[in-house]
């Protein structure tokens, strides 16, 4: 049996969801203790414990400590199951949260997972929808990782209740080195900001979604303009879709991303649409001037999979605790040792 120190690091909800999907992946008993000890509210939450559910359920495993404010985790999984799964968060819990506590394991299953989650798709602290679909699945496809995410509708906080399918193919990982991406950046000797063997390619340009549901039209429109605004000063072309929906639960939010760096951000009551689209933008804009290949955020989401994957690396222009931990994590049940070098102001991570 494997024992984790719930504090660790980051000791947030990222360590148990790690270690739980690395459970699932080696077949190791796992204990976690001190869960979320540091945290304001410690203890496993409410979408902690949906998300370890889900995990339970698809690898037919005994658990104990499933419950709110629960600070130690036993978790002995059985075999990985393919099929169908219901899944009901409730509220606005985040669906792609819940994901990230699975996603690891299921290359690994003999038969295809197909599930349909109802919960948060665009909340606080986790990836958007948009993100896990246009960022972080697209750079595990790099890895020969076989997921789609499909987006019905949305849930925002506090009502939630969005509605995704995912479908996840059984599939054989390998090493993938992410490289820095030219973008379409316009500059004196490329006008018109063409990727550099000249061609405008979809993966060089900054894409985005504005959304919003039952608030007016012009709410997505404002965010959406005010982000093309500032990347047209910062010199980079955007194509930014807006869309307006009337869903089960009201919000609004943008989520924007080029090659591997992504960048969102939510309305909220009293906050301008302008702002939103702003900060989405700077986000966007930091990561592409720094010049690494990954983003902050997907940089510790690609952890476990390079080491499933081996022969992996990326750069990224700050190492997060959220990353050092969770190759802290994945250390413990994979033998694999993390390189980390400082390389011209960005951080390389690699694994062999
Ligand atoms: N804006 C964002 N874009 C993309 N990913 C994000 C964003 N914000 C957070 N994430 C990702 O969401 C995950 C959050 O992990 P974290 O441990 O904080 O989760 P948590 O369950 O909310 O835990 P806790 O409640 O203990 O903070 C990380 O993988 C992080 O990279």
Not at 21 to 32: F, H
Not at 71 to 84: D, M, N, Q, R, T
Not at 197 to 209: D, L
Request: glycine residues 12%.
């Amino acid at each position: 049996m494997i024992e984790i120190d719930g504090s660790y690091g980051e000791g947030g909800g990222q360590l148990v969801r790690t270690a739980v999907a690395l459970s699932a992946v080696t077949g190791e008993e796992i204990k976690v203790t001190n869960i979320r000890e540091n945290r304001p509210n410690p203890g496993l939450k409410q979408q902690h414990l949906k998300a370890l559910e889900t995990a339970a359920k698809i690898c037919g495993a005994r658990v104990s400590g499933l419950s709110q404010g629960s600070s130690e985790l036993f978790f002995a999984p059985v075999e990985i199951k393919g099929g169908k799964y219901n899944i009901d968060i409730g509220t606005a819990g985040s669906i792609t949260l819940l994901l990230q506590c699975i996603m690891p394991a299921l290359p690994f299953v003999e038969e295809k997972v197909e599930l349909t989650i109802r919960g948060g798709t665009d909340v606080a602290w986790s990836p958007t929808i948009d993100y896990l679909k246009h960022v972080t699945l697209r750079a595990l496809e790099q890895f020969g990782y076989a997921g789609s995410v499909t987006l019905k509708e949305r849930g925002y906080y506090p009502r939630g209740g969005g509605s995704v399918s995912a479908v996840f193919e059984p599939c054989k990982l390998h090493g993938f080195h992410f490289r820095k991406t030219e973008g379409n950046k316009k500059t004196e000797s490329n006008p018109v900001g063409e990727g550099l063997k000249g061609e405008k390619s979809m993966m060089e340009e900054i894409i985005g979604v504005s959304h919003a549901s039952n608030l007016p039209a012009h709410v997505p429109a404002r965010q959406a303009e005010s982000a093309r605004s500032l990347f047209l000063e910062a010199g980079y072309d955007a194509r930014i879709d807006v869309s307006s929906s009337e869903f089960f639960s009201t919000g609004s939010g943008i989520t924007l991303w080029k090659g591997y760096c992504g960048g969102s951000a939510l309305g909220k009551k009293g906050l301008p649409a302008e702002k939103v689209g702003r900060q989405a933008a700077e986000e966007v804009i930091k990561e592409l001037r720094a010049g690494a290949a990954v983003d902050i955020h997907l940089a510790d989401q690609l952890i476990p999979y390079m080491a499933l994957a081996g022969n992996s690396s990326f750069t990224v222009r700050e190492l997060t605790l959220h990353a050092a931990t969770n190759i802290w994590v994945t250390e413990q049940f994979l033998d694999v040792k993390f390189k980390i070098k400082e390389k011209e102001g960005l951080f390389e991570v690699s694994v062999g």
